[in-house]
């Protein structure tokens, strides 16, 4: 059973920087696209960023684009993104997934559990 574990959220201030993780397991990592969406209360689960699986193409949400960075490390099976300058409009659970591109949008096959990332005023 393919498993995708998040990690790294935690409360920050605005401004602030976290970094966040995503392992998989029992998933060939370098031919999926891995991407992250996230979902605050009241909302609809919104894109993120994305990072194809070759050439390592990557895309951003507008509302992230210039100060997330998405990177991976396909030796470990790991995911990250990079948050910086981070304003209270973050706070969300973020959520790791697998899966593939279609048109230009991606569809994911796999999610994580999620983790909180709070950003305070």
């Known amino acids: 059973q393919v498993q995708l574990v998040e990690s790294g959220g935690g409360l920050v201030q605005a401004g602030g920087s976290l970094r966040l993780s995503c392992a998989a397991s029992r998933l060939t990592f370098n031919t999926y696209t891995i991407g992250w969406f996230r979902q605050a209360p009241g909302k609809e689960r919104e894109f993120v960023a994305r990072m194809n699986s070759n050439p390592g193409f990557t895309s951003y949400g507008y509302s992230v684009k210039g100060r997330f960075t998405i990177s991976r490390d396909n030796a470990k099976n790991t995911q990250y993104l990079q948050m910086n300058s981070l304003k209270p409009e973050d706070t969300a659970v973020y959520y790791c997934?697998?899966?593939?591109?279609?048109?230009?949008?991606?569809?994911?096959?796999?999610w994580g559990q999620g983790t909180q990332v709070t950003v305070s005023s």
């Open positions: 997934a697998a899966g593939r591109i279609t048109g230009n949008a991606m569809m994911p096959d796999y």
